[in-house]
């Protein structure tokens, strides 16, 4: 039985009951309505029928900027492609797909499908996995530190992140590397835990990527971990770097790294693992590559010190100008 059923027969019984008493205030109290609400819809039946006393079908306002229903479709795709971005991050993929919508209106179409959340978002990808491959997958935010370098490469956040274990190829890290005042992100993976040796190989790469960029590389800031210690010391002698190392327990002093890390594992990490098990440590890297392009030339930084800008933007801009002398109180 329908809700507009269920209210026909409602107003028919108040009219019957109302009828058989003789009092339609007694019959109004009985069920709960107004008894001027009663004596209209026995007016209305006297002069038309019952069948008057239907419910009237109200037909949806339509709205001249509502939106297309494959813009909802594009908009449900790539919120679930990407569950762990928020409506203010997806306005940049939408644009690549030719949707331009404000931020409060995606956000009012997630809200309105059950996918308003990342905790929702992710569980609909999640669940989308099961249902298509039979895989069923499972559900740290760093804090920040505000820190502030003169020019590209003069303080680069270097830190060691754990990937996870990956079935039939064993625990796999991420080498991470920020620069302080652009941004300008570099990672690598390795299978297995990272030793002097392979950050010492992870600098050259860094010194060597920077340089293309037209910037070089005078300091790092690191924590207390092995994997800084040994050959990397020594190689950072060796190229002139100067090492930092933040206190012990203080990974805000090396917030813009932990920073990166923290959008690595929301934007990259944890929407590809749903998306199926991973078992190609190239082909994850590869992948991560990509996400680092995007990341460094195209995704708008918000913080209040990027101020909607790219790790590119900020590097052309100090190249083309003298940077600012004074540093800005910043969020990462």
């Known amino acids: 039985m329908t809700v507009t059923e269920l209210i026909y027969q409602r107003r028919v019984a108040a009219i019957t009951h109302a009828a058989q008493i003789g009092n339609i205030a007694e019959a109004a109290r009985i069920f709960g309505i107004a008894r001027q609400t009663l004596s209209g819809w026995i007016t209305t039946a006297q002069q038309h029928g019952l069948s008057a006393l239907w419910p009237k079908s109200r037909r949806w306002p339509t709205q001249p900027n509502a939106m297309a229903p494959w813009e909802i479709e594009v908009i449900l795709a790539e919120a679930i492609a990407r569950p762990t971005l928020g409506a203010a991050r997806l306005l940049e993929h939408l644009a690549e797909r030719d949707v331009h919508r404000s931020r409060t209106g995606v956000q009012k179409i997630l809200n309105r ?6 905790t929702e978002r992710v569980a609909a990808l999640a669940a989308l996995t099961t249902a298509t491959t039979g895989q069923v997958t499972r559900d740290t935010d760093p804090g920040g530190f505000c820190l502030w370098a003169a020019s590209a490469g003069d303080l680069v956040g270097m830190d060691a992140f754990y990937v996870g ?12 590397a920020a620069d ?19 950050a010492a190989t992870f600098l050259d790469i860094v010194v060597q990527r920077l340089a293309t960029l037209g910037v070089d590389l005078s300091g790092v800031i690191v924590d207390g971990g092995p994997e800084w210690k040994g050959d990397f010391r020594v190689r950072a002698a060796t190229l002139g770097i100067e090492v930092h190392q933040t206190p012990p327990r203080s990974p805000n002093h090396n917030g ?7 959008t690595l594992l929301q934007e990259f990490y944890r ?7 991973v078992a ?6 590869r992948q991560l590559q990509d996400f680092l392009e995007r990341f460094n030339t195209r995704r708008r930084n918000h913080g209040n010190w990027m101020n909607g ?3 590119h933007q900020v590097l052309t801009s100090d190249q083309e100008s003298e940077p600012s002398p004074q540093p800005v109180a ?3």
């Open 113 to 118: 499908h059950g996918l308003g959340t990342r």
């Open 165 to 176: 274990k990956l079935k039939g190829i064993g625990p796999v890290w991420q080498l991470t």
């Open 180 to 198: 302080t005042r652009s941004r300008w992100t570099i990672a690598e993976l390795f299978i297995g835990r990272p030793n002097s040796q392979v």
């Open 256 to 262: 813009i790294c932990e920073r990166v890390q923290g």
């Open 271 to 277: 929407p590809t693992f749903h998306r199926g098990v």
């Open 280 to 285: 190609d440590v190239p082909l994850l890297n």
């Open 309 to 311: 800008r790219t790790p």
């Open 330 to 332: 910043c969020t990462l």
